[in-house]
């Protein structure tokens, strides 16, 4: 028995694409509040652009022991304002594992003054912070941690100034 002959070609569907404004949109399921995520603010060195840098460290609770896990994050940065969006896990390809918690980065040179920072689950569930930044005095201040009035919405993360990991060029 023949096939028959299509006219045209068949679509593909596409796959749902994720952006920082369809997750911060969304409205999340309900579900417990247990802390699942630490946001590590420090200044970073980075020594191949010899600049310095504001890094901002998420970090998962949850300690891993027979892969090495790294997190996926998308960055977004506004005015006042700075979006963190956690899209998911990544392995790492390295011979030996060890445990240990999942953590991705995100850095940016430009942060002066009092910014908003969000972090934001797949979800669509955020957690905010108040940050006051000052490259002169070499200082970060965590000024308030609070949630935005949104439906479900649950604490899940903590955010800390990182005064072990500040690095600062010669």
Do not use: W
């Not at 299509?6 to 369809?22: C, G, H, N, Y």
């Not at 890094?55 to 994050?73: G, P, Q």
């Amino acid at each position: 028995m023949a096939l028959k002959r299509q006219k045209k070609v068949p679509q593909i569907p596409r796959t749902r694409e994720k952006s920082i404004d369809k997750m911060k949109y969304s409205t999340p399921k309900e579900k417990g509040g247990e802390i699942e995520y630490i946001c590590n603010v420090y200044f970073y060195f980075n020594p191949h652009s010899k600049k310095q840098q504001y890094c901002f460290s998420v970090e998962k609770i949850k300690l891993f022991s027979s892969l090495n896990y790294e997190l996926t994050l998308m960055a977004e940065k506004k005015k006042k304002e700075i979006d963190i969006s956690v899209l998911g896990l990544k392995a790492k390809q390295v011979y030996f594992t060890e445990s240990g918690p999942a953590v991705g980065s995100v850095c940016f040179e430009d942060v002066y003054g009092e910014h908003i920072v969000n972090l934001i689950k797949p979800d669509g569930t955020i957690n905010s912070a108040d940050f006051s930044f000052n490259m002169f005095k070499k200082e970060i201040i965590l000024l308030k941690e609070f949630m935005p009035a949104k439906k479900n919405n649950r604490k899940f993360c903590k955010f800390k100034v990182a005064d072990s990991y500040f690095t600062f060029g010669s």
